[in-house]
DNA sequence: CCTATCACCTGCAGGC
DNA sequence: TGCCTGCAGGTGATAG
């Protein structure tokens, strides 16, 4: 479900709505979303450590505990609530209560059950863990520049589009806001990459970062209006250009949206406005 | 090493 | 109404 803004959206929203607090008890309800270590083991080491920081890198959400940090992936659906001990919950879809010495639960919620959790300890250098093997320098960090990524990605036998959704060269970009990159950079998802010139890429990464942070902020304003029963999971209403307006207008043009899939996933976008070379 | 495909899960919309 | 299919804002493992 998320992507970088609404990952960053979260993590903003639990620090204004935790801050610090001691975690006094934690359960498990899905095993497998814990990912390296036994549930049991999770629960006996996070217990009594107080949240020290909340970070980001790419998707993966991070807290940070007195020895320990815990990895948080989102995948697709899942979401955070805050709420007090004695508030019912989704019994069904909540696979982790986390219970702090305050009476606030962050509570776990995830349909599909495709989230994952990684614990480590603080002193381990976290981007070499198992978590962030596939993940590379974050949208927003000063070493992607336009030179890393135009080699890395460049001479790869790939689309446009699959070079954006690479978490291992940038991470952050999900199929939302790829396809809005594409749209703003004029070119057609579906083109290879290695038909976008060297001169192409601090726009790009300019795009990519303008988009985000557009979303960033957006996600930011729209998160005062949630009350915590609404749960955390940083959706918000962007204004989408191409993504999920199949059969609309271009805002540029007029011309009919359409939605095709590339690599496997759907996309969307103007056959006019995106060339093809 | 590279790219393509499957697996992991559940809910929901649309066609019949 | 009920059944079936396809699809969903993601990623790791595995197959070629």
Request: one cysteine or more; a positive charge; charged letters at 25%.
């Amino acid at each position: 479900m998320p992507e970088l803004p609404e990952v960053e959206t979260v993590r903003r929203t639990l620090e204004m709505q935790l801050q610090h607090p001691v975690i006094e008890k934690v359960t498990v309800f899905w095993p497998r979303i814990v990912d390296n270590c036994s549930p049991q083991q999770f629960c006996d080491i996070v217990k009594g450590q107080k949240i020290q920081d909340y970070q980001r890198i790419g998707k993966y959400l991070i807290f940070v505990l007195d020895h320990h940090v815990i990895v948080s992936h989102l995948r697709m659906e899942g979401k955070y609530y805050v709420q007090k001990a004695h508030e019912p919950y989704d019994k069904k879809h909540t696979h982790a209560i986390f219970t702090f010495t305050n009476g606030l639960q962050l509570r776990y919620h995830d349909t599909r059950k495709f989230g994952r959790f990684y614990l480590y300890e603080r002193n381990e250098e976290l981007t070499k863990q198992k978590a962030f093997q596939h993940c590379g320098y974050d949208v927003f960090d000063e070493r992607c520049t336009p030179e890393y990524l135009y080699q890395q990605l460049h001479p790869r036998r790939i689309t446009l589009k699959q070079a954006l959704l690479d978490q291992s060269v940038m991470a952050g970009v999900g199929n939302i806001y790829a396809d809005e990159i594409c749209f703003a950079l004029g070119y057609d998802p579906e083109i290879s990459i290695q038909r976008v010139r060297k001169k192409d890429f601090p726009a790009l990464l300019a795009q990519a970062r303008r988009i985000l942070g557009g979303a960033m902020k957006a996600g930011g304003t729209t998160i005062r209006s949630y009350t915590s029963s609404l749960g955390v999971d940083g959706r918000f209403q962007l204004q989408l250009k191409v993504h999920a307006r199949k059969g609309q207008p271009c805002v540029n043009c007029g011309t009919e949206i359409i939605k095709k899939t590339v690599a496997t996933r759907g996309t969307y976008y103007c056959p006019k406005c995106q060339r093809k070379r």
